[in-house]
């Protein structure tokens, strides 16, 4: 079945799509934190991924309220563009023996995951609202703002620690 297979017609199928493939992403990641927490050496990263963990579990349960407000089967569809950045983040950490450096790699794959987050969130909300579903919207507008507070963090993160250590 392609991506954009002939069961998407309307507006409403296409946000249903879109709902199960940040569905799919939110639990990829949750799969692949639990690593990036034992990889960093950072003490304030390896508790923000900590942290984030505990709100991507939030995530999905959010997402399973949007699916039953709207009526349908919480479920997953492949995404591969998430699958992509999460490959590239293990083979990247993989290649790096130098601490520092590989902590910044690490904020830098994490912020990745981040942007594909804050993208499909905010699709979301516009199609939500479209659609008239501002219930849906307001619980989708929660996930959005952790994404964005995670991304605002790890920044900061970068920028204060990280990247000067390891140009140092
Ligand atoms: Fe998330
Ligand atoms: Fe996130």
């Keep these: ?3 954009f297979s002939k069961d ?4 409403d199928d296409l946000f249903v799509h879109t709902l199960e493939d940040i569905f799919y992403a939110e639990n990829q ?3 692949s934190l639990p690593e990036m927490i034992e990889k960093a050496t950072d ?3 390896k508790q923000g991924f900590k942290q984030h963990l505990g709100e991507t579990e939030t995530h999905v349960k959010r997402l399973e309220q949007v ?3 709207h009526g349908s089967e919480p479920r997953g569809v492949d995404c591969p563009a998430i699958d992509g950045i999460i490959e590239e983040a293990e083979d990247i950490a993989g290649d790096i023996a130098d601490k520092e450096v590989l902590d910044a790699a690490l904020i830098a794959a994490a912020q990745a995951v981040e942007h594909y987050e804050i993208t499909r969130y905010g699709t979301l909300i516009a199609w ?3 659609l008239g579903r501002d219930d849906c919207a307001a619980i989708l507008q929660k996930n959005l ?3 964005k507070t995670t ?3 790890l920044t900061a993160l970068a920028e204060s620690r990280v990247n000067r250590k390891a140009a140092s």
């Design 8 to 11: 998407i017609e309307t507006m």
């Design 128 to 130: 939500a609202h479209q």
């Design 67 to 69: 699916f039953k407000l």
């Design 1 to 3: 079945m392609g991506l």
């Design 145 to 147: 703002d952790e994404e």
């Design 29 to 31: 990641i949750i799969q």
């Design 151 to 153: 991304d605002k963090k």
């Design 43 to 45: 003490a304030k990263l």
